[in-house]
């Protein structure tokens, strides 16, 4: 038997009254998140990543459309379910003055969770050997991995954050990010908002990609970016300078390196780059290539191209929405 998908959006709605109009900030959005692993939920500021989450954790009301978590509908069944969801949308209020330990056991005390389970969730982020310390000692990163110590306390088996590395240095983002995937290797389903590709794509092993409110693409991180296909080739030749307008004359859009290398792509996202044209192309003005590597797409290079010819963002008008099935389409096809 299947196991129903931790989170199922279908057709959500939410918009804001802004100066006499109303301003869709979700508008249709699909979404599903499988049961385990890291769940990427990536977008543009203003998206509408937050307003999302804030309507699947029962925190506003979408205008339309339907949510479940774990197969249960939200948020008509929410109180059966939200024992099994940590979140954090906001910056974690804890005492300043209290150690980690203490701030925790005032949580678990209110929500009724074992004292055994303190040490336990100070462990599992790192931070047993710091327990001790006073809240305001810790670094931005221990903050917020304190707060994710929080979350579990009731041990949720789906766990949300939103943005959670904003504000934080290299160290600290490095720290999230291992904690989050330690997370997922252990059992646990966890989906992180992002519009920072780079923080996400190292530790997910799904995405979905939202704009204007509502999904683009959605998959394994592996469909995505095969979806990307072959954006480029990196070319090396004797003569760079006289390569690279016979490549431009012949309609190619030609890019010089600082290693002296030619990057090498379709002028329109419609046409297919054939490398073997290239070395023809050379070939006959007595130009031989010495180098002809592809440059693969990597997820920052698939959500750019999927995002910033859009405009997408806040207040903006609806987009066709793309599966892993057609992202290629959307990729290489031009717009208006």
């Known amino acids: 038997m299947v196991s129903a998908p931790a ?37 543009p500021n203003g998206s509408g990543k937050t307003t999302t989450i804030r309507m699947l954790l029962g925190l506003i009301a979408a205008d339309s459309g339907s949510m479940r978590l774990f197969g249960q509908p939200v948020p008509a069944r929410l109180d059966q379910v939200i024992a099994r969801v940590g979140a954090i949308v906001e910056q974690p209020r804890l005492f300043p003055a209290f150690t980690g330990r203490r701030n925790l056991e005032l949580l678990a005390r209110g929500i009724g969770a074992p004292r055994g389970r303190i040490d336990q969730v100070l462990t599992e982020v790192g931070l047993g050997d710091r327990a001790d310390d006073r809240f305001r000692t810790y670094s931005l990163g221990m903050k917020q991995r304190l707060a994710i110590a929080a979350t579990l ?23 999230i990010r291992r904690t989050m995937r330690g997370l997922a290797d252990r059992g646990r389903t966890v989906l992180v908002s992002s519009h920072i590709l780079s923080e996400v794509a190292q530790i997910a092993d799904t995405v979905s990609i939202i704009g204007r409110g ?20 990196r070319v090396g030749v004797a003569d760079p300078a006289r390569a690279e307008a016979l490549l431009t004359s012949a309609g190619l859009e030609v890019g010089s390196a600082a290693d002296g290398m030619l990057t090498v792509s379709p002028r329109r996202r419609s046409q297919q780059l054939d490398p073997s044209r290239i070395t023809e192309l050379l070939a006959r003005q007595g130009l031989y290539v010495s180098e002809l590597t592809p440059i693969r797409a990597d997820l920052e290079s698939v959500f750019l191209d999927l995002t910033a010819d859009e405009h997408l963002g806040a207040g903006s008008g609806p987009t066709d929405r793309v ?5 290629r389409h959307a990729i290489t096809e031009d717009r208006p």
Request: glycine share 12%; proline share 7%; no cysteine.
């Open 7 to 43: 989170i199922e959006v279908s057709d959500l709605r939410k918009s804001y009254r802004s100066r006499r109009r109303r301003r869709p900030a979700v508008a249709g959005l699909d979404l599903n998140v499988p049961v385990g692993g890291v769940h990427g939920f990536l977008g």
């Open 153 to 175: 306390l009731k041990d949720p088996e789906l766990l949300i954050f939103d943005e959670p590395t904003n504000g934080l240095d290299p160290a600290g983002i490095h720290e």
């Open 214 to 233: 509502r999904l683009i693409a959605e998959g394994p991180v592996a469909e995505i970016l095969a979806a990307g296909g072959q954006q480029a080739v």
């Open 323 to 327: 599966t892993t099935t057609a992202a």
